[in-house]
């Protein structure tokens, strides 16, 4: 790389939208760039989604009609063109086609809602259909096609959409910086397992009740999810999330002894049991999240987001119930977030909710014990001493 | 040879005579629901007075009422979007952006030059009110602002106030809530200006940036001083934005018209349209026709759309009064405490449910016998009410208490002042109230004068709940609304809704639409009962459907408990049971005998669960309730600051032993004291000022940090720069 190029990629700024899977990517994109010679300080996201985001920069700019989790992207797209003290000279919004997930090798594909992958497209739309919104502010809008669960063909993708974007790019650098991005997203999924490991850890010898999250990533932001996990957990409850329950072996193996005695997987990962036709990342992680909340004795509760009219999840509505129901576990869904909280009724749900945790929990843990190898690898490790004893 | 072009709106007609290409007649008139009569009633004024001939000149009609009534005339239909941009190709070439604003509807047309001439962008809708002229009519009046007056009221230079865009009856209840907050009229009409505006850019530009000129058309746009400038404060800010230019030398207020004739463009635009029509299409044939219709047609439709009723004949009354006669009709539970000495002497619990119109109290017997109930109508200071409740109790013979439970809004605040044992969630109230009488129960639907609510129970628990309490659609106050408007009393409702032998099909949904549709059919001469029928008949599909968003009743369960003021009403409970059976033929139905009390019994049956009978129950005893000593503020200080409505709130405080007092608060308060906030119109003013938030937030982050939540994990830390490894 020449002296003119580091330089001008020292200075070059990349602006992503916080929404869809880069709630799952995020440190992929981070390490990635950075490993090109540009600044973390010139990376920047726009802000989580919220209605003043989406009236004062994406207003009058959608398009096709979609679930919420698409349309807000219009107020992600105008805030990172128009609302940044120093502007960006990249909008980087990866159409990602497929997902790495901890279930490769053990579902059929790994691949992302359609619509999810083409929303760069869909939203791109209502900036360029009067005047190239882009052009006039100087901005590429670079929405390569990563097929992130096929890591070789990942640097070919990015450097054919980055080429000429950022100064004297080469296709060996653009491999290593995938690498460094599978690395570093690898290594902030460690540290969470790690977290929730300590969590049910403490579960575990302190016998108390915890809560795991059945939802897609994006249901991590505010604006979508709307924190309804957060008000459970003002309740005094930890919560989990799928996407971060620990995966080591022997803990998994402990959790499917049963399944994988009788036959009924080949592997803790394996869910043709319950979800034969496994196309969907983000899918197929939800139904294993259920299958490991209704073994797992401390998880008492399973919470399931899902947007309003989300065509992803409706198939799945019925079978994650039943896997997280028919283990005594309670179970409660919030199937139709859209873009406001409807507050009262949240409240008056989560107190609910808070209501039977309490009184069910200790009767919940003794039954799922009672099916479970006493020999738990969690009570074996030295006591971590984060939580309230 | 003369053209006409009507336009038949939801509602007004609007009608322009022509003859080559001059206006000879204009004219417009509400129709207040008589579509037919009023074009009946202009034809016959267009022949007198301008001379319109049938069989020679030619009848062009487009607008809501146009589809059935064009044909009845030898009319032509024209598509109303059609014959506006038609109108204003001709009238106005340099236009590029048309709203068109009607009673019951709402469009743009967007003008975009291309190489072989201009394309149109059309976008309509017309299944809510929220964004068109009844939206802003309906809550006018109801501030009783006469139309004169409506029409003068300024946009420019006013406060604004968030009032739903979405819906004339959130909107409405929106600017209740202004108006007791003591916002002046004038701030909540130009904040409805605000929100029209508001609803039409967001729901009807799709992307398209709205370029000068613009015209603005329909009754709304042109009879609202305060509507033109509100479109204007937006549009100016808009192409500010976007950095679009106006011609040279034109300013906003140049590019932006609304010409005099805008009622009148899609009846020009049926002119346009028509002169370009092949020879004898469109020659009115008369108003004979129509006529006929008017006197007996309609009404040979109505008899071939009757035939279902509420009631299949007798044999189905007798059948659904042998079944639940008495259940629920009774009326609030009067029970009278049995003579003393035949009572055996048991523990007794009472259960209260603060709600926000009403307290009830309940006492219950260790053995579930229901000993005593009593109501009182909030009178906003919920110690009162609670003093109120109390004394009855005592008065009827209660002594001893052996447990306490609230549940409702009222459950927190009142907790330790009234000694409670427990505060219980509605939801679990009802759902322990309904599973004591129907131990299978699957769903809960209560449905109460101001809100609906679904509970979904499984696994015993209360595992979906649906509350919707801003859509008047599906609940009581509707129905009773109607009753009243026929001078029937509500217990006669059932007899009178069964005498129907046809009922009209109502169309669930908006209850502003379903107004209409009323007076609408009854025109057609639905009698009181027969629309009466028809109402019960609708109100499941609004309670299940439309509020509930419950499509699959199936998936919900097979037992249904139905409760709430409501469903006294046995017109309503035969509609339900028909329409549960239908969907789920092997459902069961049961009424809950204690309708309307089922909160307070639920909370009444936790506090016998929680009892322990070594341990005394928290009850502070009817002469501390009594006696209980308070003051009540209200000052600038107590003015609620969360939002704009600044509700005169009362901070009620009272003297409980133990209490923590607030001395951090504008208005402190001393150890030994607890504070009751009242007269807040929502549930956040319950929490006094930031000086409080920062309190319960503190209390909230403790908690928050003591038990991690790996979601919060991943916004605080997933999008920081990574640590280069190596």
Redesign the interface.
Known sequence: MSEADRAARAKLRVGIP?ALNV?TT??FW??FF??LGLS??N?V?SS?TSDEQMREFG?????VDCCYPVKCVSGHYGELIFGQKRKIDILFSPMIYSLASFLDGHAMDSLACPRVMAAPENIK??FL??KDVFA?NRIAHVAPLVTLAEPKLVPRQLFDALQGVVPGLGIEETARAVE?GY??LA??NEN?RA??RE?LEWCARERRPCVM?LARPYH?D?GI?H?I??DL?????????L??FPTDPELLNWIFRADLAEGLIKHPFDIDDVWPSSYSANTNEILWGAKVAARVPWITCAIRLASYECGMDQPSF?PVQQIV?RS?T????FQ?LDSTK????V???V??IS??LER?SPGIIEAKLRHMDPACPLLRRPVSA???A | MRIVGIDVGSTTVKAVVTEEGEVLWRDYQRHNTRQAEKLHEFLGRMEAEAGLTPDEDLVFLTGSGAGLTAPMVGGKLIQEVVAVAAAVEKLHPDVRFVSEIGGEDMKTIFFTESGAGKTKQVYMQSACSGGTGTFIEKTARKLRIPAEELADMPYDGMSLHKVSSKCGIFAETDANTLLKGGVPVGEIIASLFEAVVYQNLATLTKGNTPQPEVLLLGGPNLFFRGLQQAWRHHLANLWEERGVTLPEGLTVADVIRVPEEALYYAALGCVEIGRGEAEGIGRYTGSGKLRWWIDEGQHEAKAKEGGKALARGADDIRRFEAEYRGSGAAGPATAKPAPKAAREPEPLFIGCDFGSTTAKAVVLSASGDMRFTTYVQSRGNPIEDAKSLFRDIHLSGVEDVAGLALTGYGKDLLKDILGADIGVVETVAHAKSALDIFPEADVICDVGGTDVKIMILRQGTVADFRLNSQCSSGNGAFLQGVAERYGIELEDYAAKAFEAKSMPSLAMGCGVFLQSDIVNQQRKGWSAEEIMASLAAVLPMNVWIYAGQLQNLRAAGRRFVLQGGTHRNMAVVKAQVDFIKAKVPEAEVIIHPHSGEAGAIGAALCAREAWDPDRPSRFAGFARIEALNYRSTTSEDTVCTWCAVNCKRAFIDVEVTGAEGRAWSKVPLEPGWERVISGNSCPKGLVEDANEMRVVKEEMEEQRRAYPNLGEVVRETAFRRAVVRG
């Open positions: 916080k709630w995020h440190q981070l390490g950075q490993s973390p300080r990376v996201f989580d207003s009058g700019r959608g398009t739309a209502g259909r009067e006039e460094e690395a570093t290594a902030f969470l977290r929730s969590i999250v991590m505010p999810g924190e996990e957060a957990q003002a309740c005094g409850y930890p919560i989990l999330w996407q971060y019925t129901e005594g309670l179970f409660f869904s139709e409807a507050a009262g009724s409240k008056i749900r107190e609910t209501y039977y069910n984060d939580l309230p």
